[in-house]
């Protein structure tokens, strides 16, 4: 079945410090590609997406591009902040003849240090 | 215009009961699904209901059910409650296109 890796945290850094969280996926077809944030005590909350090969979603600094040749959508951002900790997800969304739905992966804790 | 609404936001139960949680899609949304979210992990997909039936379904035991009423409001219904049903449980909701699913701030459940 379709299923994503995420590179395993906790990832720290230091502010202004370069982001990069892994993400490769195994899927049948051309799923669209998602990253999803979570802060602490809510729920999750779309960061960026891509729907097709070599495009790139872009968000608050955020960016990932979808490399169909290596089945990867790695998460980056070229100066963290503090405001930025939290847990990363990384997913996929392929869609049948019942609709769409995601295959998330375990999450990377991100912590950015003042 | 409100996203969407879980209820209850936190809820305490004992091994052997039943617990009954509520989801109201964003507006304009007709597709509801639930989601696991045992600490310290991804969501694990539960089920999936659009025009009140239930689409797809993961890879969970019968105990856990769920309805979807006409005005796209959802409920996710869990029998027997195990210790290892504590989770935080999310609703998302979405349209039948290609769009991505809106979750909710999620109900915690824990078993005692």
């Known amino acids: 079945g379709d299923s994503v890796t995420q590179m395993e945290g906790p990832v720290t850094l230091s502010e202004e410090a370069f982001l990069t969280i892994n993400c490769t996926y195994t899927?049948?077809?051309?799923?669209?590609l998602f990253w999803y944030v979570q802060y602490p005590g809510e729920g999750l909350q779309l960061l960026l997406k891509?729907?097709?090969?070599?495009d790139k979603g872009s968000n608050k600094g955020f960016e990932a591009t979808y490399r169909k040749e290596t089945t990867s959508f790695h998460l980056e951002k070229g100066s963290v902040q503090v405001s930025d900790s939290a847990v990363y997800f990384c997913?996929?969304?392929?869609?049948?003849?019942?609709?769409?739905?995601?295959?998330f992966g375990p999450g990377t804790r991100l912590s950015v240090l003042p | 215009d409100a996203g969407v609404t879980q209820s209850p936001t936190h809820l305490i139960k004992t091994r052997g009961q039943q617990v009954t949680l509520r989801c109201s899609p964003k507006?304009?949304?007709?597709?509801v699904s639930w989601y696991q979210q045992a600490l310290g992990q991804g969501p694990q997909f539960i089920f999936q209901?659009?025009?009140?039936?239930?689409?797809q379904r993961g890879n969970f035991p019968d105990r856990f059910s769920g309805h979807q009423f006409p005005n796209y409001s959802s409920e996710l219904n869990v029998n027997a409650l195990l210790l290892g049903d504590s989770a935080l449980y999310l609703c998302?909701?979405?349209?039948?296109?290609?769009?991505?699913?809106?979750f909710g701030d999620g109900t915690r459940l824990s078993i005692l």
């Open positions: 209901y659009y025009e009140e039936e239930e689409r």
């Open positions: 998302a909701s979405s349209t039948r296109a290609t769009q991505p699913q809106h």
């Open positions: 507006s304009g949304h007709d597709t």
């Open positions: 997913a996929l969304s392929a869609r049948d003849n019942y609709g769409q739905n995601f295959v």
């Open positions: 891509a729907t097709k090969a070599d």
């Open positions: 899927a049948t077809g051309y799923p669209s």
